[in-house]
């Protein structure tokens, strides 16, 4: 049975794994999850474990009421492999998040499902 790429990306988040898709052809990372490869055509893409590093290409702060949680952020984040994801950035106030701040991925659940969001990288830990 062939799961279609987004199936399987949450699948592997499910079990506590970030993956990207890389292709065999071009050796591109590819995200969000494809059938092809946006690059060059080619398939099927190559299920690869994401460094999970990353930095700050841009972020706001969303204001909520505290009742409701409290303000957070929503960030994009470029990761080393090359692509660009949104998540969010924990560990600190949200208006702290600031463009070129060098994150590090980790799977989290949330409701039985695994999703991606990201804390300040260590120091000296990640250039």
């Not at 494809?34 to 706001?60: F, I, K, N, Q």
Request: with cysteine.
């Amino acid at each position: 049975m062939h799961l279609s790429a987004q199936t399987h990306y949450q699948a592997e988040l499910d079990a506590g794994r970030f993956c990207l898709q890389q292709c065999p052809q071009c050796q591109n990372h590819v995200f969000t999850p494809r059938e092809l490869c946006p690059h060059c055509g080619a398939s099927p893409l190559r299920w690869v474990r994401a460094s999970g590093l990353g930095t700050v290409y841009s972020a706001t702060t969303i204001a909520r009421k505290a009742d409701a949680g409290g303000n957070y952020n929503v960030a994009l984040i470029d990761l080393d492999e090359g692509v660009r994801m949104m998540s969010r950035v924990e560990s600190l106030a949200p208006e702290a998040v600031h463009i070129g701040m060098r994150v590090q991925a980790h799977v989290a659940q949330k409701d039985g499902r695994g999703l991606v969001l990201f804390q300040p990288a260590a120091p000296g830990g990640a250039a």
